[in-house]
């Protein structure tokens, strides 16, 4: 089973929609989990940081459900501008300076006009 | 917003050739990674530095490759003798406290091709 594991996509959505993207990881033991996004041919940048309880960002929700292994993000009213690709992260945060991340291969969104 | 800085933005070198991949991490940080992406494939954790030795390191990071922070400000990725699969994007990050949930900032990158 991979480590972390997402639906590649690619989702291609309307301007206004709501879109949702899973992710599931292997190691019980992870103890923080992210969604960071990629353009192309760019570098990572962190989108959110999930928590146990669930956070929200504007038009971006985060869910976290230790007891299934399994991450969300769900990107209410899509924007042009939200066109990329989506990773899930997992840090298995074995101790200090050991900030080894593990990334999904992503899920693409395409939003269209 | 501060930055980490890489250099080259694009590097081509000739199979068994040595190279060496520049990062300038964010000035007050003390945690330093390097990770690489192949085109089409997820971002790969390389090696974690701290305290001027690695922290850690992951099964790609074999003896063909070492990092260094030679002075204060720069952190060096080597590979002494490129093969053709070593073609990717190199990416540099660091940390401040390299625990939980703390932002890591990535560079833009350094993107390799073997010949």
């Known amino acids: 089973r991979k480590e972390v594991e997402q639906d590649p996509g690619p989702f291609n959505v309307p301007e206004g929609a709501t879109v949702a993207f899973n992710c599931t990881y292997s190691n019980s033991a992870s103890q923080s989990f992210f969604w960071y996004r990629q353009d192309c041919r760019k570098e990572p940048k962190l989108l959110m940081s999930?928590?146990?309880s669930g956070n929200e960002d504007g038009r971006f929700t985060a869910q976290l459900n230790r007891a299934s292994q399994y991450i969300s993000l769900l990107i209410r009213d899509s924007k042009l501008s939200d066109s990329a690709t989506y990773l899930c992260v997992v840090n298995r945060n074995s101790g200090a300076g050991s900030y080894q991340l593990t990334f999904g291969k992503g899920t693409k969104l395409s939003v269209i006009p | 917003e501060p930055e980490v800085t890489q250099t080259p933005s694009h590097q081509v070198t000739q199979m068994g050739q040595e190279v060496i991949l520049r990062c300038v991490p964010i000035?007050?940080?003390?945690?330093f990674y390097w990770y690489r992406q192949i085109l089409g494939q997820k971002v790969e954790f390389l090696v974690s530095f701290y305290n001027n030795e690695i922290s850690e390191k992951s099964e790609i990071f074999d003896d063909q490759f070492s990092v260094e922070r030679p002075d204060g400000s720069n952190f060096t990725l080597k590979i002494r003798s490129t093969k053709l699969e070593d073609s990717a994007m190199y990416f540099c990050a660091s940390s401040d406290t390299g625990v939980g949930n703390e932002k890591l900032f990535f560079g833009s990158g350094t993107q390799l091709s073997v010949l």
């Open positions: 000035s007050n940080h003390l945690y």
């Open positions: 999930v928590y146990s």
